[in-house]
């Protein structure tokens, strides 16, 4: 029995309520009993995480995350993350984190990626890497998809944080197991196709039941004419600030900083 991960969800179910969460999740029970899978969640808050690994537990599963090695480096962050028993992933060194998930398939765990790499303040489906369907075939298990809408009102780059009482809906849906197959960039862009079609079918739903999207509202995507960025526009923010980034790490190094954006396989 896992006390410190069973604690944590107690507290976060707790937490939701306080703060006023009105939270839907449908297709649960698509989370295998037993068995490895990879799990493969968009990203459009800090807390998709949490929200994400809530439907394993239908069947009291736990999702080991992968995430970067700079979060188990740290001194609070890192020892909760081992004990938990996350996967930390060295971009200059990504073999071995891909090794070890794949081993934690086999050995009938969950492991959760998030494909976009990084929150994406469009709150639409950025482009995939293919991490997440070289595992599974790796390892021979499903994918199994877990499709956010709303949680980017809670906490999210690059707009206010509503932790105390945000009392927003957030709505969650468990795809169907997903075979991954070759070409692999065949497989990855046809899971990027049905989390989207998941996703426009819970915007829909969400505009339904809790009214219109707020006209420039600044958490609805521009395609819903909201202020959000565009995909587009977007892409464009997160690639200044990645070179940014590369920039002040090599004039702390001492070294001169890299030319222009980084490509889009770039870490």
């Not at 736990?62 to 995430?67: D, G, L, N």
């Not at 979060?71 to 028993?85: A, W």
Request: net charge positive; aromatic share 8%.
């Amino acid at each position: 029995m896992e006390l410190l991960y069973t604690g944590i969800i107690g507290f976060a179910r707790t937490l939701f309520k306080v703060q006023g969460l009105d939270i839907t999740i449908r297709g649960e029970h698509n989370f295998p009993e037993v068995g490895g899978a990879v799990v493969v969640i968009n990203h459009t808050g800090y807390f998709d995480f949490v929200y994400g690994g809530i439907p394993a537990r239908v069947h009291k599963r736990f999702i080991r995350y992968m995430a970067k090695v700079e979060v188990f480096d740290h001194k609070v962050s890192g020892p909760i993350m081992r004990e938990l028993k996350h996967i930390p992933v060295d971009r200059t060194a990504g073999k071995a984190s891909f090794d070890e998930a794949v081993d934690r398939l086999r050995a009938g765990e969950l492991v959760g990626v998030f494909p976009e790499a990084t929150i994406s303040r469009s709150f639409e489906i950025k482009g995939f890497k293919s991490g997440a369907v070289r595992m599974a075939r790796a390892a021979d298990v499903p994918i199994i998809t877990v499709t956010l809408w709303g949680s980017q009102r809670v906490w999210t780059k690059g707009l206010p944080k509503k932790l105390l009482r945000p009392k927003a809906p957030i709505m969650m849906e468990v795809g169907e197991p997903m075979r991954a197959y070759e070409p692999v960039e065949a497989c990855t862009e046809e899971l990027r196709s049905r989390m989207q079609a998941t996703l426009e079918r819970l915007q829909d739903e969400y505009a339904r039941r809790y009214g219109p999207y707020p006209s420039g509202a600044n958490w609805v995507p521009a395609r819903l004419g909201g202020s959000a960025p565009t995909l587009e526009e977007a892409t464009a923010l997160d690639e200044a600030e990645h070179a940014e980034r590369m920039r002040r790490r090599v004039q702390a190094e001492g070294g001169d900083a890299p030319k222009g954006p980084p490509g889009p396989d770039a870490p």
